[in-house]
């Protein structure tokens, strides 16, 4: 596992509605790359072998799919950012992976449109 960083820079607040996160899927390699966690948009660019086209999380990108963050899911069915029926254990395992990316990758913005049943958790 990679250790925290300490050379992130202050996180943003910039508003991505879903479709304009999609441009950012790792698919152009001139555009960064980014994956949102529970509304939270980071950029993953550094890791672009792991989440660009073709790279074995690339499932994440352009989106947040938080659903299947917490199930530890690849599954493109899972890939959606409701993940108001997760059960206690996942929705542990998806509160981790927004503290991990929190502390290793550089926080843009965030998404404006969530399904309303998560956009205030």
């Known amino acids: 596992m990679q250790p925290p960083r300490t050379d992130l820079a202050p996180p943003k607040d910039d508003a991505f509605t879903q479709a304009q996160l ?10 960064p790359i980014y994956v ?12 672009r072998e792991t ?6 999380y ?8 938080s659903r299947a963050l917490g199930m530890s ?6 890939a959606s950012p409701d993940y108001s029926t997760l059960p206690p254990a996942e929705m542990k395992v998806l509160n981790d992976w927004h503290d991990f990316f929190s502390k290793r990758y550089n ?12 956009a205030n958790l």
């Open 22 to 31: 999609k441009e950012f899927d790792g698919s152009s390699p001139d555009k």
């Open 36 to 47: 949102a966690i529970k509304g939270t948009v980071f950029d993953v660019s550094h890791k």
């Open 51 to 56: 989440y660009g086209k073709g790279g074995s």
């Open 58 to 65: 690339n499932i994440f990108a352009g989106r947040d799919a």
């Open 73 to 78: 899911s690849l599954k493109e069915e899972d």
């Open 107 to 118: 926080i843009v913005g965030r998404v404006v449109d969530l399904p309303p049943v998560v």
